[in-house]
Nanobody
Framework: QVQLVESGGGLVQAGASLRLSCAAS????????MGWFRQAPGKERESVAA????????NYADSVKGRFTISRDNAKNTLYLQMNRLKPGDTGVYFC???????????????????WGQGTQVTVSS
C-alpha cells in the first residue's frame, strides 16, 4: 500500500513558477510509475505528466510541454513537478499518483494508477 502526500501548491501570478512535491511511503516506491494529474473546478481530471519508475522516460500533456518538468528522487521517495510560466488555465487541484506495469502509451491515463494523494491547490491569477 503506497501513501502519497502532495505539497508546494499556492497562489501565484501568471508567469510565476511553483515546484510541487509528492512524498511517497509504503511499498518499494522505486518500482512504481508515477504521474501528476489536475482537476479544475467543474472540469474532469486531466493528465499533466508522468515518469517511469526509474525516471528514464517522461511524458507530458501538450498543454504543459516546455513549461513543466516532472522528476523523481527514488532515494528520497519523492516525486516533483517544476512548473514554470504558469497560466491561469493551470489552476486546479494537483494530484500525484502511482501505479505498476503501465505501458508507455498509457502513462497519461489516470485509469492506470492505483494510488492517489489528496491533492494540493494551485491558483494562478491573471
Amino acid at each position: 500500500q503506497v501513501q502519497l502526500v502532495e505539497s508546494g501548491g499556492g497562489l501565484v501570478q501568471a508567469g510565476a513558477s511553483l515546484r510541487l512535491s509528492c512524498a511517497a511511503s509504503g511499498g518499494i516506491v522505486s518500482t512504481y510509475d508515477m504521474g501528476w494529474f489536475r482537476q479544475a473546478p467543474g472540469k474532469e481530471r486531466e493528465s499533466v505528466a508522468a515518469i517511469r519508475r526509474y525516471g528514464g522516460t517522461t511524458n507530458y500533456a501538450d498543454s504543459v510541454k516546455g513549461r513543466f518538468t516532472i522528476s523523481r528522487d527514488n532515494a528520497k521517495n519523492t516525486l516533483y513537478l517544476q512548473m514554470n510560466r504558469l497560466k491561469p488555465g493551470d489552476t486546479g487541484v494537483y494530484f500525484c499518483a502511482a501505479g505498476r506495469g503501465i505501458i508507455l502509451s498509457e502513462m497519461l491515463s489516470d485509469r492506470q494508477y492505483d494510488y492517489w494523494g489528496q491533492g494540493t491547490q494551485v491558483t494562478v491569477s491573471s
